[in-house]
């Protein structure tokens, strides 16, 4: 019980931290990553706070992956709850300032980027399943039979464009964003020699039985 409850406590820390690192690229005012583009215009468009719309693109996306078959754990909800509820409580409190100028805002832009990178970090290493949205990549690679980058990088375009016909931000920091993350998530699991490969996640099913099984093996 003990390495379950690590486990989870190393699943909000990633959430956490993942939330603060999209704010973080947000903030820099220089052009915000593909779904940060995608939100963003929604939330101009609808109305809605940026992390109720974050959160109800992601249920969105679970019932698209539900529909082709696609597991899902634990991480998967409370990824699409938790990091819409961050960001709104990030942007109330509103104590990260907004960049004014192309350097300060490429130094913060970075810095999420990285920030974003340490949460996949704890994030995925808890073993409790992806997020709906790179769940979609994986159903879109498995039915298309397209390389999963390939399909990534056509999500994201995608997004972008529908969000910024919406008015979401794009500029030099969306190119960075999509260039740059993957080069931060390498570093940073080279930093904590994190194999990503190596890391068996659970779907909700299998949580619900080793949680019941726990409790059968501790009252007995």
């Known amino acids: 019980m003990k390495r379950f409850s690590f486990r989870l406590v190393n699943m909000a820390i990633g959430i956490f931290l993942y939330s603060l690192g999209i704010i973080l690229t947000i903030k820099a005012n220089i052009g915000y990553a593909p779904w940060e583009v ?17 959160i109800i693109v992601g249920f969105l996306l679970l019932i698209i992956v539900m529909a082709c078959g696609e597991k899902f754990g634990l991480g998967t909800i409370l990824n699409m709850v938790f990091i819409g509820i961050f960001i ?30 340490l949460g996949s970090y704890f994030y995925i290493g808890s073993g409790f399943g992806a997020g709906p949205r790179d769940n979609l990549m994986v159903v879109l690679a498995r039915k298309t039979k397209i390389p999963a980058g390939i399909c990534r990088s056509a999500v994201e375009l995608t997004v972008t464009f529908i969000g910024w016909l919406l008015g979401g931000m794009v500029g030099i920091g969306t190119i960075i964003s999509v260039i740059g993350i993957g080069f931060c998530i390498q570093i940073t699991f080279r930093v904590f020699r994190f194999d990503v490969t ?22 007995s």
Not at 38 to 54: A, D, R, Y
Request: net charge negative; no cysteine; aromatic share 6%.
């Open 38 to 54: 995608f939100h963003v215009g929604l939330s101009n468009t609808i109305g809605l706070s940026l992390g109720l719309i974050s």
């Open 198 to 219: 190596a890391v068996r996640h659970e779907s909700l099913q299998d949580t619900y039985k080793t949680l019941f099984a726990k409790k059968g093996a501790e009252n």
């Open 88 to 117: 709104d409580i990030l942007l109330i409190i509103d104590i990260i300032p907004l960049m004014d100028n192309l350097i300060s805002g490429s130094i913060m832009l970075v810095g999420g980027l990285f920030t974003i990178a």
